[in-house]
């Protein structure tokens, strides 16, 4: 069989044409034994160890035969036909445990196991109880290697993240599950941030993430820079300037005000409002205890709160939702009335 020959796949009762892809891109002649994979012309039914057979396209004669190691093996197979090995001849324990490290950190879902392992579903189900190696989150089966080597990853992007910011605090989770979607699931992800959490290795607080020995990192005129910009939030209130104007104000560059802003909203000494409106934690916390007065009588209109809170429509319904985002208020037909928080 020439590596790209195109032949007959017959598997089970069906039949469909396929192109033969070997190992090491050669021929595979009669007697021999190699790997390959069989790039179908459209799905097939099939699970780990169910044999097959091959056959010429024209005419129509038997080459080879076989059995199926991987539903579907990823563009760096070659490496992996080790792991193939193991499924197709090592122990039911072996089989189980390979088939959950191969899927790496999409992992297996849990109905799934019996068909990449070729482990009946019982035995399937038993073997991962029993094992070390491998951990149920949800309805997936992860490989314990591959979140150790998620918790790795993670580890390494905060080092880059905080040498490239050294101005942050801390690094959003978000922005960390984004970085390493193509390898990891979120699933997966949460799960390796909550073992390094465990073991202290990181410091979560809230969504944002951060190494322990970390601290944000500012020259002293970003330090004079940041107590301009809150003594100028604090003495607005509750109508602060836009980023564009509070910049000019402090004399700041935009770039370092959003760092500033950021790490105002990190050491929880101002809240954003908005992605345009920030105050400082005080004026909000004031804000929320009028608010809550005005709602202790009943439902209240806009009008109530303009009367209570003396702002203008532009600043009070950003406030007004910021609150009922935070549980302070709820939306009703008859207007806002207390979010028990």
């Known amino acids: 069989i020439e590596h790209g020959q195109k032949v007959r796949l017959f598997l089970g009762t069906g039949e469909i044409m396929a192109r033969v892809l070997t190992q090491d891109r050669g021929t595979a002649r009669p007697g021999d034994d190699c790997w390959a994979v069989l790039d179908c012309e459209r799905p097939v039914v099939a699970r780990a160890g169910d044999p097959f057979i091959l ?9 080879a035969g076989g059995r199926v190691a991987e539903l579907e093996p990823p563009r760096g197979w070659r490496a992996r036909v080790g792991d193939w090995s193991d499924v197709l001849d090592g122990a039911p324990a072996e089989a189980v445990a390979t088939s959950v490290r191969a899927a790496g950190g999409i992992g297996v879902p849990v109905d799934l196991v019996p068909l990449v392992s070729g482990v009946p579903d019982s035995m399937a189900v038993q073997l991962l109880g029993e094992t070390d190696a491998a951990r149920l989150i949800g309805d997936r089966w992860y490989d314990e290697g591959i979140l150790d080597e998620a918790g790795s990853r993670v580890l390494a992007y905060l080092d880059e993240t905080h040498r490239v910011n050294p101005r942050s605090s801390a690094t959003s989770l978000e922005s960390v599950r984004a970085a390493l979607a193509s390898s990891y699931s979120a699933t997966a992800l949460d799960a390796a941030v909550s073992d390094l959490s465990r073991r202290n290795e990181v410091v979560l607080r809230g969504p944002a993430i951060r190494l322990p020995e970390h601290e944000a990192n500012l020259t002293d005129e970003e330090a004079a820079g940041l107590e301009r910009v809150l003594q100028c939030l604090d003495e607005a209130g509750l109508e602060p300037p836009p980023p564009g104007q509070l910049a000019e104000r402090v ?22 409002i908005t992605p345009e409106i920030y105050v400082t934690r005080e004026r909000e916390a004031s804000a929320c205890e009028t608010v809550r007065s005005v709602v202790a009588g009943g439902a209240a209109t806009p009008a109530d709160f303009r009367e209570a809170l003396g702002l203008s ?29």
Do not use: C, Q, W
């Open 251 to 272: 004399g700041v560059a935009r770039d370092l005000l959003n760092d500033l802003l950021r790490l105002l909203v990190e050491r929880e000494e101002a809240v954003a």
């Open 313 to 341: 429509r532009k600043h009070l319904i950003p406030l007004l939702e910021h609150m009922d985002r935070s549980g302070v208020t709820r939306r009703t037909p008859e207007g806002r009335v207390s979010g028990g928080s």
């Open 55 to 63: 056959r010429f396209y024209s005419p129509v004669t038997t080459i």
